[in-house]
């Protein structure tokens, strides 16, 4: 463990006032801070997904196949069971990992040539390639960062069809999904009804999808295994930068343990630190000061960053970086940052290691520092951060690496 017992977090979000592990919201939604509680209505089977824009997802046509992340029941169940093949720790092992040690290698190779450049840029362009290959997305045209970026944009707008703002962002998102469907998605499809391979868009085929239905899924996807994944790395180097003590330890630890610090930094910044769901049913919970039973048809807001650093469940000092401490439930070293339940993060594997392979060489550099501290955005609907302008150098140059904490 640190020194320091202090606030070890970076990422300082918007916080609503609120006590206890449960409370309902004077807008009528129940708020979930509890670790126990949250890992209860995640895991409950009297609870669906909301949020997310799933209410637009209602809205598609009845034959029309929603993608994984808006199902449940039987056939979430289900489809989760015959793509879990794709995510094994065996697989990542033996599939991804060389991928993983090349790409890394290609972008950390431009900031050599270049002496310095933009992290966020550097990641995303690892974690498009990553979860491209995992997706079957790998006969696309050229410019397949810039289309992700217009797709998944700094700051986004609300569609809609009653005024020139929500028109705008209407037609934007349409003509968005249309280049990304022509340049990416479409040519995949083509190649794999030549020649399948084994991976999501072959799966995906076999199950007698549509194209559209393809592409719903492959932007699901990117957004889980692309856009998480840049902030996330982010995050981490950000705090091995301005922590001397973490780096060191980082540097000299091998991969369970240089791992076992990722997760703890994932735990204390969850890329995504609010999930939503629906009740279907009543569903008792603890509540401060006995039982409290949210009725049908309540929504529910999981407060991820506070179960995360809920001392009942992560021990003491809760918003202190100690890598390896034991998290109660066993739902894993990041805590709740993947979620639990159907609905966890099958590629949260992919998603540490990607992250790892990346950072490890990245601080195996010769004089690598930080040459500009990010600032940081935030994306309301989901308690998410998006970190920009966060500049390395590498070589020759004044060392940043002691930045302070904002």
């Not at 239905?213 to 301005?242: P, Q, Y």
Request: proline share 6%; hydrophobic share 40%; aromatic share 6%.
């Amino acid at each position: 463990m640190n020194d320091h017992s202090e606030d070890a977090r970076k990422i300082r979000r918007p916080t609503e006032p609120g006590a206890g592990p449960v409370r309902r919201a004077g807008d009528g939604t129940w708020q979930v801070r509890g670790h126990a509680q949250a890992r209860t209505v995640l895991r409950s089977d009297v609870t669906v997904q909301a949020g997310l824009g799933i209410e637009t997802v209602e809205k598609l046509p009845a034959g029309v196949r929603r993608p994984v992340l808006y199902r449940d029941g039987p056939e979430h169940r289900e489809d989760r069971r015959q793509t879990a093949k794709y995510f094994t720790p065996r697989r990542v092992d033996e599939q991804y990992r060389d991928l993983m040690a090349r790409v890394a290698e290609d972008r950390l190779a431009e900031l050599r040539a270049a002496g310095e450049a933009a992290l966020p840029e550097l990641s995303f362009g690892m974690a498009i390639q990553v979860a491209s290959a995992i997706i079957g997305l790998t006969s696309s045209r050229p410019g397949i960062r810039g289309r992700l970026e217009r797709f998944f944009p700094e700051k986004f707008g609300r569609p809609g069809l009653t005024s020139p703002h929500g028109i705008y962002w209407m037609v934007r998102q349409n003509v968005n999904w249309l280049r990304v469907y022509l340049a990416d998605v479409r040519p995949a499809i083509r190649d794999h009804r030549r020649e399948p391979r084994d991976d999501l868009i072959t799966h995906l085929i076999d199950q007698g999808c549509s194209d559209a239905e393809i592409l719903g899924e492959c932007l699901t996807f990117a957004a889980a295994g692309m856009v998480t994944t840049r902030e996330f790395i982010c995050a981490a180097a950000w705090h091995l930068f301005t922590d001397e003590a973490l780096l060191e330890r980082y540097r000299a630890a091998d991969e369970p343990a240089r791992l076992a610090v990722l997760h703890e930094i994932l735990r204390l910044e969850p890329v995504v630190a609010r999930l939503r769901r629906r009740t279907t049913a009543a569903l008792e919970l603890d509540g401060a000061g006995g039982p409290v039973t949210v009725p049908p048809g309540a929504l529910i807001e999981v407060y991820v960053d506070a179960a995360n650093t809920d001392a009942r469940a992560v021990g003491a000092e809760p918003l202190s970086m100690c890598p390896g401490r034991a998290i109660d439930g066993g739902v894993g070293a990041a805590a709740l940052s993947f979620g639990d339940g159907p609905h966890r993060c099958p590629g949260a594997g992919i998603a540490m290691l990607e992250t790892d392979v990346f950072l490890s060489r990245l601080f195996a550099m010769d004089g690598v520092r930080m040459a500009a501290a990010p600032r940081v955005t935030f994306v309301n609907d989901i308690g998410g951060y998006e970190i920009r302008g966060l500049r390395v150098a590498a070589g020759g140059g004044n060392d940043l690496c002691s930045i302070g904490r904002p």
